[in-house]
C-alpha cells in the first residue's frame, strides 16, 4: 500500500515535496488519465513488482509502449496492468497525436488483443501470452489463480499417502 504516491516522485513534486503543478499528470486533462502512452523500453530495468503496483495504484490500467522490459510485463499482468506492446510507428503515432489533442480517447480490449483509436482509423492487434490474458479477462490475481484449480487441489490431497508431510493442524 502506498506505492502509487512514489511514482514519478522525483518529477511531480518540487524539492519541497511539494506538487509541481508543471507535471503533465496534474494537468487536466492527463490528470484523469487511465492509460500511460509512453516510449520504447518502458518498465526496462524494473525487476521488482513496485514499478507496476506504483502505476496501478496511482489510477493507471494499461501502459501502451513498442517495447517493455519481459520483467515488468509479468509483474504487470498478475497485478491487473494491461502492457499493450505496439509497433513502433503506432507508438510514435500516438505519442504525437496526444501531443496535438491529449484528450484523445484510446480503447484497449483484452479479450481480442487490440487497441483502438478510432478518431485516428487505428487498430493494432497485441501480443499477450494466454496465460497473462486469461489472467486479465477474469480478474485473476495468484491466489485467486491457485483457488480456481481448488477441485484438484482437494483431489490431489485426498490421495496423498498418509505418510507425507501435512500443513494440517492437530486437533
Not at 506505492?3 to 484523469?32: I, M, Q, S, Y
Not at 504525437?96 to 484528450?103: G, H, M, N, T
Not at 480490449?109 to 497473462?132: I, K, N, W, Y
Given at each position: ?5 512514489g ?20 494537468k487536466?486533462?492527463?490528470d484523469?488519465a487511465?492509460?500511460?502512452v509512453?516510449?520504447?523500453?518502458f518498465?526496462t ?14 489510477g493507471?490500467?494499461a501502459v ?6 519481459p520483467?515488468f510485463v ?13 509497433s513502433f510507428?503506432?507508438?510514435e503515432?500516438?505519442?504525437?497525436a ?5 484528450s ?10 487490440t487497441?483502438?483509436v478510432?478518431?485516428?482509423g487505428?487498430e ?28 484438484a ?5 485426498a ?5 507425507m508431510?501435512?500443513?494440517?493442524t492437530?486437533g
Amino acid at each position: 500500500a502506498g506505492v502509487g504516491e512514489g511514482l514519478f516522485a522525483e518529477w511531480r513534486t518540487r524539492a519541497d515535496g511539494t506538487p509541481d503543478p508543471e507535471f503533465a499528470l496534474h494537468k487536466a486533462p492527463w490528470d484523469r488519465a487511465c492509460i500511460i502512452v509512453a516510449g520504447p523500453n518502458f518498465g526496462t530495468g524494473s525487476s521488482r513488482e513496485h514499478a507496476a503496483w506504483a502505476l496501478q495504484q496511482y489510477g493507471f490500467d494499461a501502459v501502451i509502449s513498442p517495447r517493455f522490459g519481459p520483467i515488468f510485463v509479468n509483474n504487470a499482468t498478475k497485478v491487473g496492468l494491461v502492457p499493450v506492446t505496439v509497433s513502433f510507428e503506432l507508438g510514435e503515432r500516438l505519442l504525437r497525436a496526444l501531443e496535438d489533442d491529449p484528450s484523445l480517447m484510446l480503447e484497449i480490449d483484452v479479450e481480442t488483443a487490440t487497441v483502438e483509436v478510432q478518431s485516428l482509423g487505428v487498430e493494432e492487434r497485441f501480443v499477450l501470452e494466454p496465460s497473462a490474458q486469461h489472467r486479465l479477462v477474469n480478474g485473476l490475481d495468484d491466489i485467486a489463480l491457485t483457488l480456481s484449480h481448488a477441485d484438484a487441489i482437494s483431489a490431489f490431497e485426498a490421495r496423498r499417502p498418509a505418510w507425507m508431510p501435512t500443513l494440517a493442524t492437530a486437533g
